[in-house]
């Protein structure tokens, strides 16, 4: 059950409603243990027959309850003070029908805590008569919430319970552990933070619940805002750890984040991460976070975009987290608002660009990183940069995790056309234009499987978009190259848009694609030269002024003002992201721009010599590209010359590189200037590591001819090497790859196979898995354009399927294949329905993540797998399936809502390991349910922090191998009944050994 339902006004905390509600029972008597059969409900309670409550008590009970939950409501109070007593009169009353119910408790525990509550309502139906609709509203909400921790009490006193009402249990703890995490984050009702955060939250929606949609504003800049929840396009992360591939572990965003509480994470410019960051706030402004993301629900988002900050002197205070922003509602906030949202765990701080800031002021900005996250240890934080801003573990000190925004894959490219194409749709009501959308859309997903190195570009959100509207608009003739595109785009803004929408141009402005270009330029050159990503619109307007006397063609300098209101508000290039201010609408146009304002004005010598600045990366290689035959070949002889004379190694590395990579861009160059910049590079080959192939990708295919071949590598240089290949693509890059196939070493062959999402799926299939060999490696299919290639391979011992894809359909193609292992990582998106396995005759290993999106396990009981492993199964799950899967043996169980068992024997399951979460404090008699055990694991998190734990069941496993970790335990008892030479626990990280063998001897 949400937890939510219960009313607001009787939110009260567990650790304040447990004990008064305790008192409602009669106490155990001394050296009573824990019952194993059912009880009835009347013989439980305290009062009746030689009791020890009478009514007075009972009253005050009940008139306790509905104090606190008065008091938890101060500033509003749920009930008039003149009415408390009679809704305690009422509340006694009709809690009082729990001694005539004629019921047992496991009867009461079945029933639920919403089902027990009526039942004592119908047994007491004249006790809220006289009661006020906010009195009786109240009424109900205590009563809910008492019975809730009244089914818990039996639960936690009956092992009996506890067994034959395993679902109901587990679904008691959850709600009492939501609950309880909802009270801890919902400020008081009626209070001045409340009012505030009701009002802030509906800002933070109305401000980032829609994306800018790049082409869509030709006709009406309305247009280009489309509703997240349709717009956004949920990427792919990769965490950063032991230097493994990226590939090997990428994850949607709701599963990488899912369990983390502080996040660094790195991406390109235009790969989508101000986007992640405006779902997130929207996300927590609505409370929607899907299920994988249950704990940031009651979240307050600050939005902390560094462009912003950094204009200001010091870092922002949390009381000045508004105000630093420009969010009109900073002088509204309660004083010491932000601290109490950010103390209490409910705050999520989402820090936007560390690569924004100049390198001399990341050290500040890590340090005010550092102090945020010490200072509150339970808010939300997530960091983003560009990857070369900022070094490997830069946060690690606080236990940032690092992720990487991974680029996308064919599918997600396909998806974003075909999302983009249908936004279009959405403004158009003609039918023939209509079509004309529809058969543009499919000539362009044509185009993107034909041409790669449209492709590539097109793995970058932002290019994706900008190709969509460049198709569009140029009647699906695109250029290919970087360079053609961002001066396509230009055209389209600067001249067809005003055109489409038949805007006239003011008085006395004569404003051409040239000059516009001309002047933005210039704004874009200061804001590089300054380290600046905004600039005040004075400065913008001085700018300005200062050009026109070389444009009378253009407007007369006392014009200034009225030409920058033209760009701000005409270009579709330059925004205002707060009053007074103006940036560009993205960096990359920013970068483009001011690149061709420093080869105009010949600051060659600058752009060199910036090389060693992160922030000009992208300006230098775009310059290459703005350069003339003689300016590109000089540029990249100093930046050769620069890395050659460095002492620093790294220094070093990086000149090379950034010429390496500048290639990309040179149509033409002197042979010689590209010799030189090739010795270089291949200096740098083979890469090493992850970071090296990424790196060493951006050259382009240049890089491809200086690649050595598998003879000649280290095992890790040759998982490098292919990553790099990998990046680059093309159908050279896929003749290449096939050299690696038939390396020895199997995770060299597993990167390889990894790669199949880089390249045409068909080709990819043909040339290279077919003849892979594939023993010791695992196989990964993510979407329609795999599996349709499945016929070209012969066997696939090992595989693992991601998302939604498992049919019935992929289950026929896949029984020719030989399947020995598969695992099952479906999406958290949507509810998934498992198809019968029984064609795949040769499974022997199975292994199912996110179970609690699957509707139904049992079709796994016909699974023919001797080994199964069941992950993250929900709090109501029913095992009995398992008893009709003959063949196993093996069985792993995890769940983070309690023990999960069948209800039934599996005597033919041998070996068991269970992870999950001890809601009482005796643990499973396991040999009942699995009588053959031989082998045991049981990692068990203790639900009460320090809670006593009985291990004396496990005395039943009667042979075997018997291995306990604790975590979150008190004191053990029942270590004395277990076997010293079978059983070994440990108990928060220390071993129980030893205490075994003392007791035995």
Known sequence: MDPASIGTTARIASSVARPIIARLFAKESQGAGLVDKPVRVSRLVSWGEKRSLNALDMWKIARELVKVAVEANPHEPPVA??????????????LSALGELDMDDVQAVRLGHVGLARRLTAARPDATRHLSADAAVLHDGLLDLSCLHILHFFAQRSTFVANAQVAQTRMLDETLRLLDALVDRIPRPGSADEEFEIRYLAHIERKYGKLNIFGLDLSDPGRARWPMDTAYLNLELASQRDGGSPSANRRRVEEALSGCNRALLRGLAGSGKTTLMQWLAVSAAQNSFPDELASLRGRVPFMLPLRALAQDPGLPRPEQFLGATGNILHALQPEHWADRVLSSGRGMVLIDGVDEVSESERPVVRRWVLDLADLYPRTFFLVTSRPSAVNALWLAEVDFAEFNLLPMNR???DQFVQRWHNAVLTTIDEPEERQAVERCRDALLTTLRQKHDLYRLATIPLMCALICALHRDRLTHLP????????????????????????????????????????????????????RSEAAQT??????????????????????????????LRSGLLREPSVGMVDFIHRTFQDYLGAKAAVEAEDLDLLAESGRDDQWEDVIRLAIGHARDGERAYLLRKLVELGDQSADPQLRRRYHLLAAAALEHATTLDPAARAAVARRASALIPPDTPADAEQLATAGAIV???????????????????????????????????RFKRVADPEVRQEVALSWPYFDARSFAEEVLNGLPMDDLTLHL???????????????????????????DLVDALSPLKVHSLSIVPSSAVSFTLPSLTPLRGLRRLSVESCDVITALAPLGESPA??????????????????????????????????????????????????GVLTGEQVPDFAEVFPSLTSLTLRLTCQSYQAPVDLSPLRNVLQGQVNVTLVDAGKVHGLNALPADRVSVRHDGRPRTGLLRRFRG
């Open 81 to 94: 003070s003149d009415e408390r007593e009679a809704l305690a009169d009422a509340l006694a009353a009709t």
């Open 704 to 738: 491809l001819d200086l690649l050595p071949g598998p003879e000649t590598l280290m095992p890790q240089q040759a998982r490098a090497t292919v990553m790099t290949i990998a990046r680059i693509g093309g159908d050279a890059a896929l003749e290449q790859l096939a």
């Open 782 to 808: 993510s979407g329609p354009e795999q599996i349709a290639c499945l016929d070209a391979l012969d066997r696939v011992p090992h595989l693992s399927l991601r998302g939604q894809i498992l049919t019935a």
């Open 539 to 568: 400065t913008a307007v001085r700018i300005i002024r200062e050009k026109l006397p070389a444009m009378p063609h253009m407007a007369p300098p006392n014009r200034a003002e009225d030409v920058f209101r033209y760009l701000l």
């Open 480 to 531: 290919d190259r970087r360079m053609e595109l961002y001066a396509a785009a230009l055209t389209m803004l600067l001249v067809r848009r005003d055109k489409e929408r038949e805007i006239p141009v003011p008085d006395g402005l004569v404003p051409t694609e040239e000059a516009q270009v001309q002047l933005l330029q210039r704004i874009a050159y200061w804001l590089i030269r300054n380290g």
């Open 411 to 413: 599918h997600d490219v």
């Open 866 to 915: 001797k080994e199964l492993a069941l992950h993250r199964l929900p709090n109501v799950v029913n095992l009995t399936f398992l008893a009709r899967a003959a063949n196993l043996r093996s069985l792993t169980l995890s769940s983070s809502h309690g023990i999960p068992l069948p209800e039934v024997p599996l005597r033919q399951v041998t070996s068991l390991d269970l992870d």
